[in-house]
């Protein structure tokens, strides 16, 4: 009975940290809260919420969220909480193309950071674990975001434009430049600060005995 209790209590918490960062990216996709405008990008804090999904949920949470993330990404390329002065020109050029731009590397990134977190708390400890995961978060969505641009958007007109003969590295690092290191160094330190905290009112399962006594042994 007790075991079946806990194990019913932990399921609805899971189900209810799952609506809250659903509802919190909904909130901050529909708000300015979520992209700070500056050029044709966006810094984004959505990253965030995606992280601390990832954190409390693992690959799974990470993906429903990272994909939520995308979708609202996607609808302001056609005016649907926000415009994206980029999203639509590439709306504009193929919006199939335009959907697998913004769709995929969110949900990436959210599965992702799910096996990040578990991968490396087991060769550390859970605040770490917390603070690398929001720095992948940022970097991830920014890695394939920008990969994703180049690979099926770097023959248009548009992009050549922009990239304007320079070597593609060059282009993308200049291109995302400050944006990309705000973006990292607030996932970093808000995942942080509210993964531990999270991990502390036992939100976060607590690592297996397994994976303690490997770290013990090493």
Known sequence: MNTNNTSKTFNTSQLVILGLMTAILLLMAYTPLGYLNIGPLAITFNVIPVAIAAITLGPVGGAVTGSVFGLTSFLQCIGIGGTSAMGAILFGINPFLAFVQR??????????????????????????????????????????????????????????????????????????????????????????????????????????????TENCAH
């Open 103 to 212: 769709f995929v590397p969110r949900f990436l990134d959210g599965l992702l950071l799910g096996y990040i977190f578990r991968g490396v708390r087991k060769v550390t400890n859970t605040s770490f674990a917390c603070l690398l995961t929001g720095f992948c978060s940022a970097f991830l969505n920014t890695l394939f975001f920008m990969s994703a641009l180049v690979l099926l958007f770097g023959n248009t007109e548009y992009m050549q434009g922009l990239i304007g003969g320079r070597n593609i590295l060059v282009f993308i690092c200049g291109f995302v430049g400050v944006n990309a290191v705000c973006e990292m160094v607030s996932s970093t330190i808000l995942t942080g600060a509210v993964g531990i905290a999270l991990y502390k009112a036992h939100f976060v399962p607590a690592p297996s005995r397994t994976a303690k």
